[in-house]
């Protein structure tokens, strides 16, 4: 690890573990270090190992077993699998300069049809927020998600327009992001959509629903992403060697 990058210590350490993944050196089945052994041995905080590893998880390269650790998945090539979580990265590929505007951000209480979808009480307090992602200015995507409010810690703009769900849920819950299911589906834009996205009411969208699971399998958040049919589209890779297809 190169401490004195500008490159955070999490994202090296997750790039040396894709790395070691992708060049076979850790095989599907193959056991991680555990948190302390890895910390230990590039001389970082156990937390800085366990955000990596939560990204690892929400990239589908690893996944955990309670009480036995963390393991390699196995590429999954008999589904599709769209890679949702480098939106901005995709974005900038293009040409583009992508920027995320928070339109609206709150603590609220779970009304019966949130609390179903979260697996919750009714009226435990969640973390509101919706965004607006533009590139070059255009609107593409409109995300409005909840997380389960159990830290109380301060709500900082910057969390909100971080691209990656897990991170803003493990920054406001006291459990930590493990795994995450997203659901894709072809809809039509409503009324509030298409005034956020500046389409018609009607329109072809793309509607994504995440949930957030931590370790035990309980859900800690949930979310909804519409992305704009006539300006975005959706490709898929399978298998560790992406990098290594020339389209």
Same mark, same amino acid.
């Given at each position: 690890?190169?401490?004195?990058?500008?490159?955070?210590?999490?994202?090296?350490?997750?790039?040396?573990?894709?790395?070691?993944?992708?060049?076979?050196?850790?095989?599907?089945?193959?056991?991680?270090?555990?948190?302390?052994?890895?910390?230990?041995?590039?001389?970082?905080?156990?937390?800085?190992?366990?955000?990596?590893?939560?990204?690892?998880?929400?990239?589908?390269?690893?996944?955990?077993?309670?009480?036995?650790?963390?393991?390699?998945?196995?590429?999954?090539?008999? #589904? /599709?699998?769209?890679?949702?979580?480098?939106?901005? !990265? *995709?974005? +900038?590929?293009?040409?583009?300069? %992508?920027? @995320?505007? =928070?339109?609206?951000?709150?603590?609220?209480?779970?009304?019966?049809?949130?609390?179903?979808?979260?697996?919750i009480a009714v009226n435990t307090k969640c973390l509101y927020f919706g965004i607006v992602i533009s590139a070059n200015g255009e609107p593409i995507?409109?995300?409005?998600?909840?997380?389960?409010?159990?830290?109380?810690?301060?709500?900082?703009?910057?969390?909100?327009?971080?691209?990656?769900?897990?991170?803003?849920?493990?920054?406001?819950?006291?459990?930590?992001?493990?795994?995450?299911? #997203? /659901?894709?589906?072809?809809?039509?834009?409503?009324? !509030? *959509?298409? +005034?956020?996205?500046?389409?018609? %009411?009607? @329109?072809? =969208?793309?509607?994504?629903?995440?949930?957030?699971?931590?370790?035990?399998?309980?859900?800690?958040?949930?979310?909804?992403?519409?992305?704009?049919?006539?300006?975005?589209?959706?490709?898929?890779?399978?298998?560790?060697?992406?990098?290594?297809?020339?389209?």
């Amino acid at each position: 690890m190169d401490k004195k990058s500008v490159i955070p210590i999490y994202y090296q350490l997750r790039k040396y573990f894709e790395s070691q993944i992708r060049s076979g050196q850790l095989k599907p089945g193959d056991a991680l270090p555990t948190e302390m052994e890895i910390a230990n041995l590039f001389n970082i905080s156990r937390m800085t190992v366990r955000r990596a590893i939560s990204e690892l998880v929400s990239s589908g390269m690893v996944y955990t077993q309670k009480g036995k650790g963390t393991f390699v998945a196995r590429p999954r090539l008999d #589904k /599709v699998v769209f890679n949702l979580n480098n939106f901005y !990265e *995709e974005i +900038k590929q293009k040409g583009m300069v %992508p920027h @995320a505007e =928070v339109l609206e951000t709150r603590i609220t209480k779970a009304d019966e049809k949130l609390a179903k979808k979260l697996g919750i009480a009714v009226n435990t307090k969640c973390l509101y927020f919706g965004i607006v992602i533009s590139a070059n200015g255009e609107p593409i995507a409109y995300e409005t998600k909840y997380t389960v409010y159990t830290k109380k810690t301060p709500i900082i703009e910057s969390q909100l327009k971080d691209p990656l769900f897990s991170r803003l849920a493990e920054a406001h819950s006291d459990r930590s992001p493990s795994s995450s299911k #997203k /659901v894709l589906m072809a809809s039509t834009a409503t009324e !509030e *959509e298409a +005034k956020v996205l500046d389409i018609k %009411p009607g @329109a072809p =969208v793309f509607f994504m629903v995440q949930h957030i699971y931590d370790a035990e399998g309980k859900k800690i958040a949930w979310g909804k992403s519409v992305y704009r049919g006539d300006r975005y589209k959706l490709t898929s890779y399978e298998g560790w060697n992406i990098n290594d297809i020339k389209d």
